[in-house]
């Protein structure tokens, strides 16, 4: 019997690995990765890496003007990791992630419309040279900055590369708020332009 | 895939590793600073940009006006020449520019502000030397919270500037009211933008006749618009040469700063009553260290009978009240020449 538990859970373990693997694989697939500029141009510049999860994806048809029109339209989770700075007075630095969903929509001819919606995000600033005067004593801040609650809204369109790696652009107006900044909420807005990355068309 | 990776990974390092090196970065040049640093005190990161020459180690602190305003704000023409002779600290304070934090608006309070100037001197001491002698300026609300400062601690000052500041903000209802009579009689008189000025006249008897916050800010308002119509008709100077050299655009995001600015003014002027309350005439005794009072002839924001009166008042031995003939609520931008050279002799005297 006990030889019987250690062979079946030997193989269990080999089949789950197995399927794990089969798993991870087509989870990869589904995957895009993005890189692009963010930042609002004349106060803060930085960069925003980013990955896609395709979680679901349904084909609408269309019929205009006697013409079959498909639209495809995606449900993605996604994570994005950024950081910007103002290079000429130093006092707009800071670090940002958020995760949440993204709609989008692609018609016949490669035309994105997406929606991201990211409920959990956090930016952390990093300030210059910082001292804290604190009860009468004076101390240098070591990595100075603060932490914010930090959701976004991204709305925005791109174009879809069909099967390249470098598989579509986009272009975002993001708008995130900044809980609790001073005394209240402060409402943020930036520009995310970049491209999307899917490796998944290079082994094609 | 890896490789991808792999850059990614590299990005993020390189990203990280340029804030760490700007933020740690502690080398200056004593003659020509060009420096940012943060105060952090209860709760509040403010910003403040020393510029100019420091060698004597001489800092002339700059307090914007507002509230809400930027502390950048008083750069340009005036304040390049002040920056050749000494430092210049501009500081954003506790809700202003690009100053952060995280408080309740219940904490705020002018006597909070008057902690965060102070936490700033303690800031320079510790960065430029217990020698590290200090002026302060303060413009327009910066004139009210430079009084609160100066009436806390004036022992680390050599002088105190006040340009078109309001000490005594509760009085300035009063104020507007004679300032506004006299100025539009005269106007009229002259044949100058009558209809404007007959609207004047028809607002300041219209007004409550005790201090009201609605009319007040209503005749706020009517003071820059009174300004605007001065200098069309050639009695200010124009402001475009003094802004010669102003930085804000570039150094503040105007969406930060603008809704920064506009709670921070919500919550001192709805919430707490400047308008309403604060009157430092009778303290003004009590300072005594040399001060320099600046304000316009055609100053409608905080007319000039607000300088005369804390000129009277106050405790220095060693004042002077300057009256800029074509000037309205800016005279640092209407006559920057002017401006920079009294200034600076104000420092040379007391430094």
């Known amino acids: 019997m006990k030889k019987f538990i250690i062979i079946f859970t030997l193989f269990y373990g080999i089949n789950l690995l197995a399927q794990n693997q089969g798993e991870t694989s087509s989870f990869f697939d589904k995957m895009e990765y993005k890189i692009g500029y ?14 896609e999860y395709n979680w679901k ?3 609408k048809n269309k019929e205009r003007k006697s013409t079959q029109r498909t639209n ?3 449900f993605l989770f996604n994570g994005n990791l950024g950081f910007a700075t103002n290079f000429a007075s130093k006092t707009d630095t800071g670090g940002f992630a958020n995760f949440g969903i993204t709609w989008r929509r692609t018609n016949k001819k490669g035309k994105q419309f997406s929606i991201e919606v990211n409920p959990i995000g956090y930016y952390r600033s990093f300030l210059p040279e910082t001292y804290e005067v604190k009860d009468g004593n004076l101390n240098k801040v070591f990595l100075p900055g603060r932490g914010y609650y930090s959701p976004s809204i991204s709305v925005g369109i791109g174009r879809l590369r069909k099967g390249k790696v470098r598989s579509a652009s986009y272009l975002n107006v993001n708008f995130s708020p900044r809980f609790n ?24 | 895939m890896k490789q991808y990776q792999l850059i990614f990974l590299q990005l993020i390092i390189v990203a990280f590793a340029m804030s760490i090196v700007t933020s740690c970065s502690n080398e200056f040049d004593l003659d020509n600073l060009d420096e940012t640093l943060f105060v952090r005190h209860k709760n509040a990161d403010m910003a403040a940009y020393i510029k100019g020459n420091g060698s004597e180690k001489v800092f002339l602190i700059t307090l914007h006006g507002g509230p809400g305003g930027r502390g950048l704000g008083f750069t340009g023409s005036a304040f390049n020449t002040i920056e050749k002779e000494y430092g210049v600290v501009y500081f954003d304070q506790r809700g202003s520019g690009n100053s952060q934090g995280n408080y309740s608006e219940n904490d705020v309070s002018i006597d909070l502000m008057t902690e965060d100037v102070l936490a700033l001197v303690q800031v320079m001491k510790r960065k430029f030397g217990n020698d590290a002698r200090f002026f302060l300026l303060g413009g327009s609300w910066g004139g009210t919270l430079g009084t609160a400062t100066l009436l806390k601690d004036q022992s680390d000052f050599k002088g105190w500037i006040d340009v078109d500041g309001a000490s005594n903000p509760f009085g300035m209802y009063e104020l507007y009211k004679e300032s506004f009579t006299a100025t539009a009689t005269s106007q009229i ?12 006249l028809e607002l300041v008897a219209q007004v409550d006749p005790v201090n009201n916050l609605d009319d ?13 119509k001065l200098f069309e008709d050639g009695f200010i100077d124009n402001v475009e040469n003094g802004l010669e050299g102003n930085i804000t655009f570039y150094s503040y995001n105007f969406l930060t700063s603008g809704w920064n600015g506009n709670q921070i003014a919500s919550i001192l002027v709805d919430d707490q009553g400047l308008f309403q309350i604060i009157d430092f005439t009778d303290q003004l005794p009590q300072i005594t260290i040399p001060s320099l009072f600046i304000s316009g002839r055609y100053d409608m924001v905080v007319p000039v009978a607000s300088a005369q009166t804390a000129f009277d008042t106050i405790g220095s031995t060693s004042k002077e009240l300057l009256i ?5 609520h800016g005279p640092l931008f209407s006559e920057p020449e002017r401006f920079s050279t009294e200034v600076l002799k104000f420092m040379d005297q007391h430094k």
């Open chain 2, 216 to 228: 007040f800010l209503e005749l706020n308002s009517k003071a820059f618009e009174a300004e605007e």
């Open chain 2, 324 to 328: 800029f003939e074509r000037s309205g």
């Open chain 2, 189 to 200: 008189e002259l044949g100058n933008s009558v209809d404007f000025w007959e609207s004047i």
């Open chain 1, 38 to 51: 963010s930042g609002t141009i004349f106060w803060s510049n930085g960069l925003t890496v980013g990955a």
């Open chain 1, 57 to 59: 994806e349904i084909q």
């Open chain 1, 72 to 74: 495809t339209h995606q």
């Open chain 1, 181 to 204: 900044y001073n005394a209240g909420t402060l409402p943020t807005f930036s520009v995310q332009y970049g491209f999307r990355f899917n490796f998944k068309n290079k082994k094609r």
